[in-house]
């Protein structure tokens, strides 16, 4: 019986050479990373780095759509990957990769900024988001920016003015240039790249943007095991900034203050047994 030919393809290479290590369960983790950071272990450390591996590959795959290489994206995943295991802190009660994956967007993200073929791409943290957020908007509105009224769309979407998307788009539109290109004569040696804007506060900002969109993505996800009646209740006493009296609920319901108040014991007590809420709690 003939063998099937071994791939050539490097990344499916990569995915068969790292799927060979096996997922960590919770207690295995926590034991690697308590040897980690209160031994300095580095067989643990690397245990835990390339037990995580695959969901590099899996985060970098939602950037595939900057015109990057998946392997160079891959590739700047896994030293945020290794940040992320230098930093952990495994009493804080939640998994590594939901901590790390702050810091894989972070350094992907910074990648890509850095990778892009405009010069300051993005001077500000507001400018570096709209980056990012542009293409999602362009997709969910199913437009290309063509004409005047794809601007307003856009600048719609993401709340914010005309120019500002109308400037973004000129500069997103312009991959050609090389950021290795001298700027000015041949007696200047400045390069483009050398101008792009060095913001060392940039993984930070990502990393809290990141974890408000997971706890947001979590909170809906965890409200999936409430009822009706439960996440009415919840995000009005809990969630809102004005939350409403026991009473006035009761009085929705045509039911007891004491009821809804058993209810809603009860329904925090289901959102405390989801792991991703757990998880949060436990910061």
């Known amino acids: 019986m003939n063998r099937l030919p071994a791939t050539t393809n490097p990344q499916s290479i990569y995915m068969n050479e790292i799927n060979r290590y096996p997922l960590l369960s919770r207690e295995e983790e926590f034991d690697l990373a308590v040897r980690w950071k209160e031994h300095k272990d580095i067989d643990a450390a690397h245990k835990l780095v390339v037990s995580n591996l695959r969901f590099v590959v899996k985060i970098a795959h939602e950037y595939k759509d900057y015109g990057l290489k998946l392997m160079d994206l891959v590739q700047e995943g896994n030293i945020g990957l290794m940040q992320a295991v230098k930093k952990f802190d495994p009493h804080k009660g939640f998994r590594l990769i939901s901590y790390a994956v702050w810091w894989i967007r972070a350094y992907i993200q910074n990648f890509i900024i850095k990778s892009w073929s405009l010069v300051k791409i993005g001077t500000t943290q507001a400018q570096k988001k709209l980056f990012y957020k542009m293409k999602g908007a362009k ?29 973004m788009d000129q500069r997103l539109s312009g991959r050609d240039l090389s950021l290795n290109s001298s700027i000015g004569d041949d007696e200047d040696e400045t390069s483009y790249i050398d101008l792009i804007s060095e913001d060392p506060a940039q993984e930070a900002d990502l990393i809290e ?15 999936k095991v409430l009822n009706d009646k439960e996440r009415y209740i919840i995000k009005k006493r809990i969630m809102s900034q004005k939350p409403k009296t026991l009473q006035e609920i009761a009085d929705k319901y045509s039911v007891s203050r004491e009821r809804i108040r058993q209810i809603e014991v009860g329904a925090l007590k289901k959102l405390r047994n989801v792991p991703a809420i757990e998880n949060y709690a436990a910061k």
Do not use: Y
């Open 139 to 167: 997709r969910a509105l199913g437009i290309d920016i063509t004409k005047e009224e794809d601007i307003s769309a856009i600048a719609k979407k993401l709340d914010v003015k005309d120019d500002v998307v109308r400037e």
């Open 209 to 223: 943007d990141e974890e408000q969109r997971i706890l947001a993505n979590d909170i809906k996800d965890a409200f």
